[in-house]
């Protein structure tokens, strides 16, 4: 979901208790709608299957409405009412274990009228009405009774919906047929046979005018169906052209467009942005960015879709930073710009994880600065971090997880599959952007001395939670004729390098290409050069287990480093690969708790001490 505003609301609980007794297989939802009136007329029919014989069970539905009838398996229930607010239960002997079960339910009536915008009443052009629904993520009860779990699909849908003369509705799937009714209504029978979550049903009815392209996929042809306003019928043609590029851009990036065998579609709405509804996102308008944001949740958030509303980034984060993608791929003229405002936006204030503490916030589920921007951003360093190959890979590894795809997922599941990918322990990584709040504040200082250039590069957390952001940093050395961009391996505050050069270096750019969610100061300062008496740093020190050893020049010479104690005695010899800018790592793990110091032979006999703690 792309917002423009983000509203106050009502407690409300992160997850539904409702419907932990079945499996939810199958819906059938008939709703009557004349956009004219704000209400709904409406029988649903979910199928069921039990984990063990009981004689009630509960679905996520708002006591709003007026329920007239209710039916198990064809028989009607022995009883039913509301237990809580969003919550009815019905009680039959029918209710048998490892069987499938029908529960209809028929119901009328005006949905609660609230900040969740879950069943809405606008208006376009001159005064001409519409109905649109937004479930996401509290809504879904509010208008039609189902369950409310992000942990269950359905598995197919269908839909039919009648309309008053002269309207349309739009909804999932395919559109089996228009069925013309003797009191000139109109049925629209669509049919979705993909699990589908409970937030991602969804209609909009209005005098809709419609058009569509067709992209061109590998092994598919997808239809790309628009129900636009009519007015705003030649504008909208004009701005969605780009929509089958971009679907192409996805599908080969990550895999075909999940949905290929029935449509992707936008329905026109006065919602505040968009939501992608499975099939059929509901859209403000056809824009480039707005297009961008809810075609890319079809991949991330409709095929794979967040198992909790802590883990929101995994929908929003990635849809964002597809749209990013398709600025890079598609404008790369523009991408620069695109990478400064997020971290314009995210840098604004010290504070803020994209790891959702409090999924009773609708707010800040949805935070824009948090679960948006930094969670792009987030990927884009991790992009960076782990290449492009091993990314893109592990991207499409994670929608085709046979655990994972159409069904739900968590950021440790997503973090297993990088790794796997990678090779790579991304555990600091995630600890520092994901769980952690703010961002780092670099100060970079530097000289020139003959045949290259001093570095130093302190680092100032914006908050506590991280006392320090670990990531490769880009560097750009520019001089009058040539340039050289240089990536430093930074894991301790006031970490020194030599970097050599065989120009007059003029300026120092810190990340040239925005890879690091991060603000920069850069200096010169002739005395850094004083500080490199010892060309050596041990980090961490003390060590339990490993210790790193840095050099500010290339130590191409070093042919062993030798590990001695106090009293002399040599306990530990190891011959490091040559040619390391940074340095090596160290096991330490067998050594006894002591102080010991390391003397790297072949290259001036250099020293330097460390602590091994229990």
């Known amino acids: 979901m792309e917002s423009r505003r983000f509203i106050q609301h009502e407690s409300k609980s992160a997850t539904s208790d409702v419907g932990q007794s079945y499996d939810w297989k199958y819906a059938v939802c008939k709703w009557e709608i004349d956009p004219w009136q704000r209400r709904i007329e409406g029988e649903v029919t979910n199928t069921i299957e039990l984990y063990a014989t009981t004689d009630s069970i509960d679905f996520d539905f708002s006591s709003e409405l007026d329920v007239s009838g209710v039916w198990v398996d064809g028989e009607e229930a022995s009883h039913y009412g509301f237990t809580q607010e969003n919550s009815i239960f019905i009680k039959s ?161 990550f895999g075909e467009y999940p949905y290929a ?94 790891f959702v503490t409090d999924t009773l916030d609708r707010d800040r589920i949805f935070n824009g600065r948090l679960s948006y921007n930094k969670g792009a951003y987030l990927l884009h360093m991790l992009r960076w971090v782990i290449g492009d190959e091993s990314f893109f890979e592990g991207c499409r590894n994670y929608l085709n997880d046979p655990d994972h795809s159409f069904s739900y997922a968590h950021t440790d599941e997503f973090i297993q599959i990088m790794e796997e990918v990678s090779g790579k322990d991304l555990s600091e990584f995630f600890s520092d952007w994901y769980y952690g709040e703010g961002f780092p504040n670099y100060k970079i200082w530097y000289a020139q001395t003959d045949g290259g250039v001093f570095v130093k590069i302190n680092q100032s957390p914006s908050h ?55 603000l920069s100061e850069v200096g010169i300062d002739p005395d850094i050069n004083d500080e490199y008496e010892n060309l050596f740093q041990a980090y961490p020190n003390p060590a339990s287990t490993e210790v790193r050893f840095f050099s500010s020049t290339p130590i191409s010479g070093l042919k062993t480093a030798e590990v001695y104690n106090v009293n002399g005695k040599l306990c530990k010899s190891i011959e490091p690969e040559g040619g390391i800018l940074n340095g090596f790592r160290m096991d330490i793990s067998e050594l006894e708790p002591a102080v010991y110091i390391v003397r790297f032979q072949g290259f001036s006999d250099y020293s330097v001490r460390f602590i091994k703690m229990e």
Request: aromatic share 12%; proline share 5%; hydrophobic share 40%.
């Open 93 to 253: 002997d029918l209710l048998q274990s490892n069987l499938e079960h029908e529960i209809r339910i028929v119901y009328e009536g005006q949905p609660r009228q609230n900040n969740y915008l879950s069943f809405n009443q606008g208006f376009h052009g001159s005064s001409v009405p519409e109905i649109w629904t937004l479930s996401q993520p509290f809504g879904a009860a509010d208008w039609w009774p189902c369950k409310m779990s992000l942990s269950d699909k359905l598995d197919s849908i269908r839909i039919e919906i009648t309309v008053s003369a002269g309207n349309k509705a739009a909804s999932q799937g395919v559109l089996e047929e228009v069925i013309l009714n003797p009191d000139q209504t109109s049925t629209y029978v669509w049919t979705h046979r993909y699990p589908i979550p409970f937030y991602l049903v969804s209609m909009a009815v209005t005098n809709y005018a419609e058009f569509s392209y067709f992209a061109e996929l590998e092994n598919d042809t997808v239809e790309i169906l628009n129900y636009v306003y009519p007015e705003r019928m030649e504008d909208e043609m004009d701005r969605g052209l780009e929509i089958v590029s971009l679907m192409e851009l996805f599908s080969d990036l």
């Open 261 to 354: 065998s029935e449509k992707y579609g936008h329905a026109q709405a006065s919602i505040p942005g968009g939501m992608e509804h499975s099939t059929m996102s509901t859209m403000s308008g056809l824009s480039f960015n707005l297009s961008a944001h809810e075609l890319a949740h079809q991949w991330f958030g409709n095929k794979v879709t967040c198992g909790s509303w802590s883990d929101i980034w995994l929908n929003e984060g990635f849809a964002t930073y597809m749209n990013g993608l398709a600025i890079e791929y598609l404008r790369p003229d523009e991408f620069d710009e695109w990478k400064a405002a997020r971290i314009s936006s995210i840098t604004r204030q010290p504070d803020g994880s994209v």
């Open 464 to 518: 506590q939670s991280v006392d320090f952001f670990e990531i490769p940093i880009p560097i750009r050395l520019v001089g009058a004729e040539s340039d050289t961009t240089v990536v430093l391996d930074n894991v301790i505050q006031g970490q020194m390098y030599f970097l050599e050069v065989d120009f007059v270096v003029n300026s120092l750019e810190f990340d040239p290409d925005r890879w690091i969610l991060a």
